[in-house]
């Protein structure tokens, strides 16, 4: 495993600019400018969502979701990237979200809107059909230094946040993941945030590793075997696809 995994291949060498039951976001939703620093107010809380503020949720983010997101991050080290979540709430227990795949998103331009749009979109009807939805966010930062939410990030998770309440936002940490090799700590290499009653993202704090779990307990070993054999390579996201639409966004073979 290389030292520092975001530091030193997987920069595709494009100039790219730095980011300054499931409920699936509509597509009839018109999208605002995730780039601008003014919060647009939400609509009253709802019965529901009142009712999920005052549970403890708890996320469960499969091994494949989860690895698609790191080994995207790891594969355009040099810019910030960010992706979806897509699952579920547990049909067993309505304080769980079930992540159950998530799809990269873009490692340019994260917050421009056309291609974001579009790609909303697309996902909205493929997991709409199998009953999934939008969960939540991922992101990470264009410097390894860099452990703040930022303002793009904030945005996102705040559309996201309006069709779906118990939505998650992923931050990648990238100290996590540099010790991924030496470390047996199974939890994941990212922090959570969620929503608090005011709306406003929080990090979650020493129980964030139980609240964000792996479904499978050896997934940071599966990881560290890809990073390994350079399997970063081979993710799409949909920046490339929009470039050649024979670029498949779902990544049907990563993990064969």
Do not use: C
């Amino acid at each position: 495993m290389r030292q520092n995994p975001r530091s030193e291949k997987g920069d595709s060498g494009r100039k790219r600019s730095r980011d300054s039951d499931s409920i699936p976001i509509p597509v009839f939703i018109p999208i605002r400018n995730f780039n601008s620093t003014e919060r647009v107010k939400d609509p009253p809380a709802t019965k529901e969502e009142m009712v999920v503020g005052s549970e403890e949720l708890r996320y469960e983010i499969s091994q494949n979701a989860y690895i698609k997101l790191v080994l995207h991050a790891i594969k355009h080290n040099t810019s910030a990237v960010n992706g979806v979540l897509v699952g579920r709430t547990s049909p067993n227990n309505d304080a769980v979200v079930e992540i159950s795949d998530s799809v990269p998103l873009f490692h340019s331009h994260l917050g421009l809107l056309p291609p974001l749009e579009i790609a909303l979109i697309m996902i909205e009807e493929h997991y709409g059909a199998q009953g999934l939805g939008i969960v939540g966010y991922f992101h990470a930062n264009e410097r390894r230094d860099d452990a703040n939410l930022g303002i793009v990030a904030k945005n996102i998770g705040d559309h996201i946040s309006r069709y779906f309440p118990q939505a998650a936002l992923l931050l990648l940490d990238d100290k996590r993941l540099e010790s991924l090799a030496k470390s047996k700590d199974g939890s994941p290499v990212l922090q959570l945030y969620t929503r608090d009653a005011s709306k406003i993202w929080r990090a979650a704090g020493s129980d964030g590793g139980s609240r964000l779990i792996t479904k499978e307990p050896a997934a940071n070993t599966v990881l560290s075997d890809y990073i390994l054999s350079e399997k970063w390579q081979d993710v799409v996201d949909f920046d490339d696809h929009l470039d050649d639409i024979t670029k498949d966004w779902l990544n049907p073979k990563l993990f064969k």
